[in-house]
T-cell receptor, first 112, second 113 residues
């Protein structure tokens, strides 16, 4: 049974650019959530995908968007990057009806 | 809305017990989680408990829940230097169509040899 894998592990982007982060869910999991963890803070919920559709969003602007693919892998896209977008982005997969969440190791995004 | 609070820092000596505390605000039945985060790493699920339980034990870890006071604690017995990390408490929010986790700000556990 594989865990959740995220790529890339580190990324540096310039303000105003766009970025795509990727996540492969744990085998058998059909739901994926994305969280943003700023330095010194707890993770904050961005959104969740189930059956390839967004089914919940936290307090993040529309320039944060995502996709879920038929194999349950997922992407997080952020447009018009701002300095405050610098954070660790965590992907978590789960199975509908189950209450466990498995997190990946995250992508560290630095916006300069 | 829901809120989860934790103390920021705890220092213990190797071999002692550590107790990390958390308070939450959700008044409905919910799951409560403890995650461990080592430097530069993601979140490792340690254990979780449903809010109708008082206690859960798993090897060196004991979770105690005081539902009346909405207080959750994680006790680590025989704390080792490898336990040094940030520990996050989280509650599951069933609001709306999405089940999401609401995290505290984390407690940094420093284990002195």
């Amino acid at each position: 049974e594989t865990g959740v894998t995220q790529s890339p592990t580190h990324l540096i982007k310039t303000r105003g650019q766009q970025v795509t982060l990727r996540c492969s869910s744990q085998s058998g999991h059909n739901t994926v959530s994305w969280y943003q963890q700023a330095l010194g803070q707890g993770p904050q919920f961005i959104f969740q995908y189930y059956r390839e559709e967004e089914n919940g969003r936290g307090n993040f602007p529309p320039r944060f968007s995502g996709l879920q693919f038929p194999n349950y892998s997922s992407e997080l896209n952020v447009n018009a990057l701002e300095l405050d977008d610098s954070a660790l982005y965590l992907c978590a997969s789960s199975l509908v009806g189950d209450d466990g969440y498995t997190f990946g190791s995250g992508t560290r995004l630095t916006v300069v | 809305g829901e809120d989860v609070e934790q103390s920021l820092f705890l220092s213990v000596r190797e071999g002692d017990s550590s107790v990390i505390n958390c308070t939450y605000t959700d008044s409905s039945s919910t799951y409560l989680y403890w995650y461990k985060q080592e430097p530069g790493a993601g979140l490792q699920l340690l254990t979780y408990i449903f809010s109708n339980m008082d206690m859960k034990q798993d090897q060196r870890l004991t979770v105690l829940l005081n539902k009346k006071d909405k207080h959750l604690s994680l006790r680590i017995a025989d704390t080792q230097t490898g336990d040094s990390a940030i520990y996050f408490c989280a509650e599951k929010d069933y609001g709306g169509a999405t089940n999401k986790l609401i995290f505290g700000t984390g407690t940094l556990l420093a284990v002195q040899p």
